[in-house]
């Protein structure tokens, strides 16, 4: 079975900083998915990368995925409040299974 | 257009009870997938339902069962519910068979508790 492991579990850090957050994994996944969830909410997801080193930016967001196709990461530039939330990654394992992380839980203080 | 919206919003059981949990999924979508998720984890595949059929099914015993209904709704049915049943059960919904690549809409989820 595959496994998703994502640093940190937990960051706390001030509106304005950047973070970094990782996925990473021993197996090779076809594509990779990034999830954020808030509390009461269903994941919702944030962008999926399929190509070995490929990046993609959504704003402030930049996720990368490695060339080996086995890790993640997603970078937040200049933080804001509203960022705070789960973060979540997740593989695709076969055609119709994703495989996921524990999460990265975020919280940015004014 | 209606998102996925799951019922009821919180449940709680006692050990050896049945619970049934329902999802309906976004207006066009044919394929439903369910998801465990315990508290501080990330969710665990159960099954997936295209077009009433189960389409792939995870690491869950038997008593993890389910529906797909012709107007793609669906239904999971925990049996002889035991205390690590206890999580936030959420749905999602998808167009076009379930590839584990395409966007996944989630529901809010149920919150089981099992005492």
């Known amino acids: 079975t595959q496994l998703l492991e994502q640093s940190p579990q937990f960051l706390s850090i001030q509106e304005g900083e950047n973070l970094t957050v990782y996925c990473n994994s021993s197996?090779?996944?076809?594509?990779l998915q990034w999830y954020r969830q808030e509390p009461g909410e269903g994941p919702v997801l944030l962008v999926t990368v399929v190509t070995g080193g490929e990046v993609k930016k959504l704003k402030r967001l930049t996720f990368q995925f490695g060339d080996a196709r086995k890790d993640s990461s997603l970078h937040i530039t200049a933080a804001q409040t509203g960022d705070t939330g789960l973060y979540l990654c997740a593989g695709a394992e076969s055609n119709y299974q994703l495989i996921w992380g524990a999460g990265t839980k975020l919280i940015i203080k004014p | 257009e209606t998102g996925v919206t799951q019922s009821p919003t919180h449940l709680i059981k006692t050990r050896g009870q049945q619970v049934t949990l329902r999802c309906s999924s976004q207006?066009?979508?044919?394929?439903v997938s369910w998801y465990q998720q315990a508290l501080g984890q990330g969710p665990q595949f159960i099954f997936q339902?295209?077009?009433?059929?189960?389409?792939g099914r995870g690491n869950f015993p038997p008593r993890f069962s389910g529906l797909q209904f012709p107007n793609y709704s669906s239904e999971l049915n925990v049996n002889a519910l035991e205390l690590d049943d206890s999580a936030l059960y959420l749905c999602?919904?998808?167009?076009?068979?379930?590839?584990?690549?395409?966007?996944?809409?989630f529901g809010p989820g149920t919150r089981l508790t099992v005492l």
């Open positions: 197996s090779v996944f076809s594509s």
């Open positions: 207006s066009g979508h044919n394929t």
């Open positions: 339902y295209y077009r009433e059929e189960e389409n």
């Open positions: 999602a919904s998808s167009l076009s068979g379930g590839r584990a690549s395409d966007t996944q809409y």
